[in-house]
């Protein structure tokens, strides 16, 4: 199982972008799927989640910000993050906490907000 995530850039505060993690595995839809953030000299923190039946949780530092959603028929899980703060930069990874009992992450793709 691969999971490739992508849509990081540079972009001004205020702004917007859209990350999309596409997941090399059948039937996400019985899957857990999240997105988590590092930023430089931090832990890496849970962003968003969303299970299989559509519960979404969001760190509380992004709410009414940012979006998660998935497309099992094309097996992508996508991030909508408006209004972004100089906070939100980070390296952002997509996670599968357990697909057939493994925990996958994807590569990450960086994301810069500029003051």
């Known amino acids: 199982v691969q999971l490739q995530a992508f849509g990081g850039a540079v972009v001004q505060a205020g702004g917007y972008l859209r990350l999309s993690c596409k997941i090399s595995?059948?039937?996400?839809?019985?899957?857990?799927m999240g997105w988590y953030r590092q930023a430089p000299g931090n832990q890496r923190e849970l962003v968003a989640s969303?299970?299989?039946?559509?519960?979404?949780k969001y760190a509380d530092s992004v709410k009414d910000r940012f979006s998660i959603s998935r497309d099992n028929a094309k097996n992508t899980v996508t991030l909508q993050m408006n209004s972004l703060k100089a906070e939100d930069t980070a390296v952002y990874y997509c996670?599968?906490?357990?697909?057939?009992?493994?925990?996958?992450w994807g590569q990450g793709t960086l994301v810069t907000v500029s003051s």
């Open positions: 969303i299970s299989s039946v559509g519960h979404i």
């Open positions: 996670n599968a906490p357990n697909i057939r009992g493994r925990e996958y």
């Open positions: 595995s059948s039937r996400i839809s019985s899957f857990i």
